[in-house]
């Protein structure tokens, strides 16, 4: 018998409908990191979890509509068994929500036809359309106006919430801070913050509703099905020397050395510009093909650009010329008083910079002089 089917035959015997808020706290892979939401609704014989964080890494071009922004995830109902897949040693917290048989009935007759195949893709946005706030936007259908969060307590940024969930992961977050924009830093709305499945969770335990004009919990249940840390079983924290901070003090300290090697000797270390222009312009390719040619959130506007950008390409096509140096001296100067304004400008801009990119912006100032010695 098909879950449709099995809807159907409920509906038919008026059999109790269920509701769950089921949260799986951070795992050890970078993709799941930020933790996880899924349904779970419960009726006659019937036990299934729906499940909004579902993609096909096979399907043609995933890579590339991911990086776009037009990939899309699926909603698939599944078995407690495959639910719990790869959810060994998380901690996992379970929210029985406080629905009348008619809001129940509502949920699960939208997620039965939400996981019909015409129905189940949807094209996914990490911050905003989620394996979190589907079921929150779901929750909020069923309740309707009546519905209450608890007061918000803090004043956060997106990035503020990445940061601390990748914490032990920099590198990972080094890549947010230079791919992601402005937008990540502007304060939320406490509806926003429930991106993250635990700031959901936490929001559903403290919300309440109306029922025959009496205010009652949205949750009636809590139970911890499998107990561990609440900070998930991530990695443990990456030694200082392996971080993005110390890689960047490390290639800072070896174009010092060179700078001042070719400024006594009036000469320019082409190797060193070149693979250093290399790095940054692949960097800025990626950057400006985020901001301009894909949809995914928060990409436009991002002050990284001011630094790392396309143009590295113009002294890697004309350095290797002597006829180019007058050419390549203004770009090089041009180049080094953008940086150095960005730097001087950037607690003024509403974006926040990793610590790691101060380095980094040093060091294509310090190759510029070299150049315009000569």
């Known amino acids: 018998m098909t879950i449709a089917m099995s809807a159907q035959v409920a509906k038919a015997q008026g059999d109790s409908v269920s509701v769950k808020l089921v949260t799986f706290y951070p795992g050890n892979e970078v993709f799941s990191i930020y933790g996880h939401s899924e349904v779970r609704v419960t009726w006659q014989d019937n036990d299934w979890y729906f499940n909004y964080g579902v993609f096909d890494f096979n399907e043609p071009g995933f890579v590339m509509r991911f990086v776009l922004g037009n990939a899309d995830y699926l909603c698939v109902a599944m078995p407690q068994n495959y639910a719990m897949h790869g959810m060994d040693g998380r901690r996992m917290v379970e929210q029985e929500l406080n629905l009348t048989q008619q809001q129940a009935v509502k949920v699960k007759d939208f997620l039965i036809n939400n996981v019909q195949p015409e129905n189940c893709k949807y094209r996914y946005q990490y911050l905003g359309d989620n394996c979190a706030t589907r079921p929150r936007d779901i929750i909020e259908m069923a ?94 924290p990456t030694p200082w020397f392996l971080t993005p901070l110390a890689a960047a003090l490390v290639l800072l300290t070896v174009v010092i050395a060179i700078t001042i090697k070719d400024l006594r000797s009036h000469r320019v270390t082409r190797w060193l510009d070149f693979g250093i222009c290399t790095v940054y312009s692949m960097a800025g390719l990626i950057i400006f093909f985020l901001m301009f040619v894909s949809v995914r959130e928060a990409t436009f506007p991002n002050y990284n650009a001011l630094w790392v950008n396309p143009f590295y390409l113009l002294p890697i096509m004309f350095m290797w010329s002597e006829r180019t140096r007058k050419a390549l001296k203004c770009y090089y100067a041009a180049n080094a008083a953008v940086i150095a304004c960005t730097m001087l400008a950037w607690p003024f801009l509403p974006q926040v910079a990793n610590v790691a990119f101060f380095p980094l912006m040093i060091v294509p100032v310090l190759r510029a002089l070299p150049h315009l010695a000569r």
């Open 143 to 236: 309740v309707g106006d009546s519905l209450m969060y608890p007061a918000m307590t803090d004043t956060v940024t997106y990035r503020d919430m990445m940061s601390h969930y990748s914490r032990n992961y920099p590198w990972n977050q080094f890549g947010v801070d230079l791919v992601l924009g402005a937008d990540l830093d502007k304060p939320l709305t406490y509806r926003q913050q429930m991106f993250i499945p635990m700031v959901l969770m936490n929001a559903v335990g403290g919300a309440t509703t109306m029922r025959d004009g009496v205010k009652v919990p949205l949750v009636s249940n809590t139970q911890v099905l499998i107990d561990g840390s609440e900070d998930g079983i991530v990695e443990g």
